[in-house]
């Protein structure tokens, strides 16, 4: 069997979408290569065990996939040099699976060394928008969002400068810079990223083509974030028909788009067509990855969160527990994913009336996140919300005040007074001071939440109704709330 053979064979396979498959063929080539001599062979291995990596990545087996491109990377630094160019494609798939484990400083420490050596090497600064794309990438999972902004918007006037408006390559940076704003709570600027990203495409490829679907669906969450239901339930739908038309029924950008669909129905207070919506993207999943793989526990968490507004809190408490198992699996235990999936338990436990239990699972996940991202990156905000709703909800005002406060000094610092998170942090504290009977200050913070949230969403969106009748409804007890 030719090398040439077999790795055609690989490329149809890959094609065709089959990566079990397709991984077991790069095998046979890497076998075949390593029993033959010279340099070109080395080229050769190196090259097919970057493939190899980014099918295993791709699967979910990341620890594997990483330990392919250490071997590719000792490869090519024993042919040409740790400074050579050479090194710098496989060191910076390297830096980006670092990033997927959850290891973003240590991906960033990578990716600074591909900016060294390109620079070392002259290359002019339009030649390295994908290492500056990968850099952008990296310090949004640092949290660093306003760096990250500043570097897509670098790549973006480059490419802009060098190619015109209408260059494929600006609809990507577009898209990821939408991500980045969205981030940041700024959704217009979100949603004019990805309309623009939509001409683009559309205009370049076709109204048809599964890149315009995967924009539409992109678009969508904008619009849901900004809480039109029915626009983003019909930006889905389209991109829904266009993937029926291009993909086999079990894909994977078919499951992604069922699922913001489910989404939107649990938004509506649809809730058992978000959970039929939710088993049938689970059971999709689990026929193109298998049940252990980083999008099942998703959708495992998207379910439970379903089940748990149905009221069947321990059923929920099940399928979040499913979800953390699986991602211990596939990513280790001190994956900022299973942080993630102790706040979701420690969620499911306080509605389940186990404070004790919750404040476990919280506390931990806060510990986990503090370890990972430091004392104020804004992945913690979630559970300090949780904390806060927690202590609000065993009288412990004081507590929750200062959890909440710190909190929304985080929210502050990192995505500014006029992001959603900023107003939930108030509504929490407003609660707060209520409960310590401070009601002036427990209506000013409502009302400055109230303000924030009608900036960003429709008049009848959940976090609004929920917030007036805080401020509508002072002589009664706060109740649980879900973040």
């Given at each position: 069997v030719s090398t040439q053979s077999t790795g055609d064979r690989a490329n149809v396979l890959a094609r065709l979408g089959d990566k079990e498959q397709t991984a077991g063929v790069l095998e046979q080539c890497i076998t075949i290569i390593e029993q033959l001599d010279g340099e070109d062979m080395l080229v050769k291995e190196s090259e097919l065990l970057n493939e190899l990596a980014q099918v295993h990545g791709n699967i979910g087996n990341l620890n594997y996939a990483n330990s392919l491109l250490e071997r590719s990377l000792s490869i090519k630094e024993s042919l040409h040099g740790s400074s050579s160019l050479e090194i710098c494609d496989t060191l910076s798939r390297l830096a980006m699976l670092r990033n997927k484990k959850g290891e973003p400083t240590q991906a960033h420490s990578q990716l600074q060394r591909v900016m060294r050596i390109q620079e070392r090497h002259d290359v002019p600064r339009h030649e390295f928008g994908s290492t500056l794309c990968n850099m952008a990438a990296v310090n949004a999972a640092l949290g660093e969002h306003e760096k990250s902004k500043v570097l897509y918007q670098s790549v973006l006037a480059t490419q802009e400068r060098q190619y015109g408006q209408w260059y494929p390559e600006i609809a990507t940076t577009l898209s990821n810079l939408a991500m980045v704003h969205m981030a940041l709570g700024e959704y217009?600027?979100?949603?004019?990223?990805?309309?623009?990203?939509?001409?683009?495409?559309?205009?370049?490829?076709?109204?048809?083509?599964?890149?315009?679907?995967?924009?539409?669906?992109?678009?969508?969450?904008?619009?849901?974030?900004?809480?039109?239901?029915?626009?983003?339930?019909?930006?889905?739908?389209?991109?829904?028909?266009?993937?029926?038309?291009?993909?086999?029924?079990?894909?994977?950008?078919?499951?992604?788009?069922?699922?913001?669909?489910?989404?939107?129905?649990?938004?509506?207070?649809?809730?058992?067509?978000?959970?039929?919506?939710?088993?049938r993207v689970l059971q999709m999943e689990e026929v193109i990855y298998g049940e252990l793989h980083p999008a099942v526990a998703s959708t495992l968490n998207n379910l439970a969160d379903t089940?748990?507004?149905?009221?069947?809190?321990?059923?929920?408490?099940?399928?979040?527990?499913?979800?953390?198992?699986?991602?211990?699996?596939?990513?280790?235990?001190?994956?900022?994913?299973?942080?993630?999936?102790?706040?979701?338990?420690?969620?499911?436990?306080?509605?389940m009336g186990d404070y004790d239990g919750a404040k476990s699972k919280l506390m931990l996940s806060l510990q986990m996140k503090e370890k990972r991202y430091g004392e104020d990156h804004i992945n913690l905000v979630p559970t300090l919300m949780n904390l806060g709703d927690l202590f609000n909800l065993t009288k412990q005002p004081q507590r929750a005040k200062d959890v909440?406060?710190?909190?929304?000094?985080?929210?502050?610092?990192?995505?500014?007074?006029?992001?959603?998170?900023?107003?939930?942090?108030?509504?929490?504290?407003?609660?707060?001071?209520?409960?310590?009977?401070?009601?002036?200050?427990?209506?000013?913070?409502?009302?400055?939440?109230?303000?924030?949230?009608?900036?960003?969403?429709?008049?009848?969106?959940?976090?609004?109704?929920?917030?007036?009748?805080?401020?509508?409804?002072?002589?009664r007890p706060v109740g649980a709330r879900v973040f």
């Open positions: 217009e600027e979100a949603k004019d990223c990805l309309e623009r990203t939509q001409k683009i495409r559309s205009r370049v490829y076709g109204r048809k083509h599964p890149l315009v679907a995967s924009t539409l669906t992109n678009l969508a969450s904008v619009v849901f974030t900004m809480g039109d239901m029915k626009e983003s339930m019909r930006l889905n739908e389209e991109a829904l028909e266009i993937q029926k038309a291009c993909y086999p029924d079990a894909h994977p950008l078919v499951a992604v788009t069922l699922k913001n669909m489910a989404m939107i129905e649990n938004s509506l207070g649809n809730l058992d067509k978000a959970k039929s919506l939710y088993e089940v748990l507004e149905q009221g069947e809190t321990a059923k929920a408490a099940v399928l979040f527990q499913r979800a953390m198992e699986t991602n211990e699996i596939v990513f280790g235990k001190d994956h900022p994913d299973i942080a993630r999936n102790l706040n979701n338990l420690g969620r499911a436990f306080k509605e909440l406060t710190r909190g929304l000094k985080i929210c502050e610092k990192r995505v500014g007074m006029k992001h959603p998170d900023s107003a939930k942090m108030l509504r929490l504290l407003g609660n707060s001071f209520y409960l310590m009977g401070d009601l002036p200050t427990s209506e000013k913070l409502l009302n400055k939440s109230l303000d924030i949230l009608e900036g960003v969403y429709n008049n009848d969106h959940p976090y609004i109704l929920a917030t007036r009748a805080d401020l509508g409804a002072c002589s």
